[in-house]
């Protein structure tokens, strides 16, 4: 009985599907770690001055409408009318946050918005839920 050699399959081939999982193991970890880098931090001691002014810091005004109608800026409850003089007292750069319930009434965040647009307030954010 004769003996048969085995024969060596070529290797011709590659697979790169292992690969291709450390490759997005690796972007993974990269990606997680790479958000907690400071990038572009200098330490610079800044000289005084005795005659500079401070700059104040720009905050959000934030006006919510909850689903009884009621209106709220900064969380003071307000009328239209109150709204509206609150508003034409803070700058026209100044942003607005807009979050109105979702069962509210359409025409409460129309009326807020007519107001804004009225004043000319034009940085406006309006806040929903993904």
């Given amino acids: 009985m004769p003996k048969y050699k085995k024969q060596r399959k070529r290797f011709d081939e590659i697979n790169v599907i292992p690969f291709i999982d450390i490759m997005l ?4 970890m990269v990606l997680t770690t790479a958000t907690f880098i400071k990038q572009g931090v200098i330490p610079v001691d800044l000289p005084s001055a005795k005659t500079s ?13 909850n689903a ?6 900064d969380k003071e409850k307000v009328d239209l009318q109150a709204l509206e003089k609150k508003l034409s007292e803070i700058s026209k750069e100044q942003t607005v946050v807009l979050r109105s319930d ?15 647009k009225r004043l000319k307030h034009e940085q406006l954010y309006i806040v929903t839920k993904e």
């Fill in 53 to 65: 002014t401070k700059e104040e810091l720009k905050k959000e005004i934030a006006i919510y409408v």
């Fill in 102 to 116: 979702k069962d509210s009434k359409f025409q409460d965040f129309v009326s807020v918005m007519d107001i804004l």
């Fill in 25 to 28: 193991v690796l972007l993974v």
């Fill in 68 to 73: 009884k109608g009621e209106l709220f800026i």
